[in-house]
């Protein structure tokens, strides 16, 4: 079957939930036998059209700014995925919701994978938030599936717009015995370290486990963040004095995977703090690598830790607390690492995720 895939940044790529996804899922069905094109927004050595593992990879137009990319590459890889002819199409990202009548025009049946609530997050105006929930209206009267990442999402989308959605979560591998060959070349100290993964957006709340450290004072562990913001953010500039100081190690966007999976095979903590998505790739990640995690207690985070003690209110003092109780106890890091590959291994697996994909699309072919 001829398959695409439209609205993700492209193949391979790093930047987030939508390409972590793009990355194991591209090959997967390529493997299984089936066309695989992934539409990009940048483009291979000012190639339109290239393959990279099997997967076509085509680039079109479109605005790169904080607003406008979504729905202007969007729309150019709707109009042009009409002129192709694919049996399905997997549809990335609720703002191109109003390009699903493009692709029913043309007879593609396609699946639309809403994620979390974008028009809650911190780093949209009203305009872009109201856009937002006009393409999430869009899409679910467009799209001939829904699919959710989180139950929890997919009850929102049932109360908010009378759609119900296929549950197919975000998956992580299970990984052993990592080493430090990144961290030593990437010349981080070798000494227990809480780790921070995440965009620097408000939703994020990166600034609370700040705060939280800020508590701790000189009993706080060391901290390495690994991210950053495609616009200017406030947050950015409180991590560079910090940096500067020494209290925190700052990295920015990583992409090299395999020093991100040192970074959380090999932390005393791992503190995430984000609040409006789904099942998040980055606390699968976190899990399967044996990290022993802290996670905000929201429904999403909560549906799947479901361990009370590794929830933390948004409160600094409360992290506070729970930070010094992990890092101070070898023997309760340990029970948290068993703890979360075993829950990557019960619910998370890519080949359970992309199988279920896979056989999505497949039905909507047919």
Not at 162 to 179: D, H, W
Not at 246 to 268: F, I, K, P, Y
Not at 331 to 355: H, K, N, Q, T
Request: aromatic content about 8%; charged content about 25%; hydrophobic content about 40%.
């Amino acid at each position: 079957m001829k398959l695409a895939i439209l609205g993700s940044r492209g193949y391979p790529s790093t930047y987030g939930g939508y390409e972590t996804l793009v990355r194991y899922l591209a090959p997967y069905l390529v493997a299984a036998g089936h066309d695989v094109t992934v539409y990009c927004r940048s483009r291979d050595s000012g190639r339109r059209i290239w393959e990279v593992d099997g997967v076509r990879c085509i680039a079109t137009r479109g605005r790169d700014s904080k607003s406008l990319s979504t729905p202007t590459f969007g729309l150019t890889s709707a109009l042009d995925a009409t002129a192709r002819r694919f049996d399905a199409v997997l549809m990335l990202n609720i703002a191109n919701g109003f390009w699903c009548p493009l692709l029913r025009g043309a007879r593609i049946p396609m699946a639309v994978n809403t994620d979390g609530i974008e028009w809650e997050r911190g780093k949209w105006n009203r305009v872009g938030r109201a856009v937002f929930r006009a393409g999430a209206k869009a899409t679910a009267v467009s799209a001939n599936r829904l699919i959710c990442d989180s139950r929890e999402i997919g009850a929102i989308w049932q109360d908010l717009f009378g759609r119900e959605s296929t549950f197919i979560p975000y998956g992580a591998p299970i990984l052993e015995n990592v080493g430090r060959e990144e961290i030593k070349r990437a010349e981080l100290p070798d000494e227990p370290y809480l780790l921070v993964v995440a965009r620097l957006v408000p939703e994020n709340n990166v600034e609370l486990t700040l705060d939280a450290l800020d508590r701790l004072g000189d009993d706080a562990p060391r901290a390495v963040v690994v991210g950053g913001a495609n616009f200017d953010s406030p947050i950015e500039r409180r991590l560079k004095a910090l940096h500067e100081g020494g209290r925190v190690h700052w990295l920015g966007h990583v992409s090299n995977q395999d020093l991100l999976a040192e970074l959380w095979a090999n932390s005393s903590v791992y503190v995430h703090g984000h609040s409006v998505g789904g099942t998040n790739p980055a606390l699968l990640q976190a899990l399967g690598a044996g990290a022993p995690t802290l996670a905000l207690d929201t429904p999403f985070n909560r549906e799947v830790i479901g361990h009370p003690d590794q929830l933390f209110d948004h409160d600094p003092n409360r992290l506070a607390e729970r930070i010094q109780a992990v890092v101070g106890s070898a023997d309760l890091r340990r029970e948290l690492a068993s703890r979360g590959r075993e829950i990557v291994r019960a619910s998370y697996m890519w080949d359970d995720v992309c199988r279920a994909y896979m056989e999505t699309l497949e039905e909507l072919a047919r």
